[in-house]
């Protein structure tokens, strides 16, 4: 068992930033990945970015690519999700997940993930 805790969502105008944070608690595995997805109003989930524990490996939505960085402090426990020149379209509810064992061309599938957070409201607006 994983549990997961997001927290850092609120309230921020276009173009600012926000800095996500996920704790992964449990079962622990150099194998784990760790991602984020977000989901919009009457929108399906969808992949953000994910990161592998063991050698940080990294995949990211390419609609999301160079705004949105995912990274992982070990000493710590924690994966971080900067979100830098925020736009109103990002308004969304963000889940942290965890799953083992994926490969690269797995790591963006929602169905992967095994475990989930209970997530965390970003809304951008002025």
């Known amino acids: 068992q994983v549990q997961l805790e997001e927290s850092g969502g609120g309230l921020v105008q276009p173009g600012g930033s926000l800095r996500l944070s996920c704790a992964p608690n449990g079962r622990s595995s150099n194998n784990r990945v760790v991602g984020w997805f977000r989901q919009a109003p009457g929108k399906e989930r969808e992949f953000v970015a994910a990161i592998r524990w063991s050698g940080g490996t990294t995949r990211y939505a390419d609609s999301l690519k160079g705004r949105f960085t995912i990274s992982k402090v070990t000493a710590e426990n924690r994966v971080y999700l900067q979100m830098n020149s925020l736009e109103p379209e990002d308004t969304a509810v963000y889940y942290c997940?965890?799953?083992?064992?994926?490969?690269?061309?797995?790591?963006?599938?929602?169905?992967?993930?095994?475990?989930w957070g209970p997530g965390t409201q970003v809304t951008v607006s002025s």
């Open positions: 997940a965890a799953a083992h064992g994926l490969i690269w061309s797995t790591m963006a599938r929602r169905d992967e993930y095994d475990y």
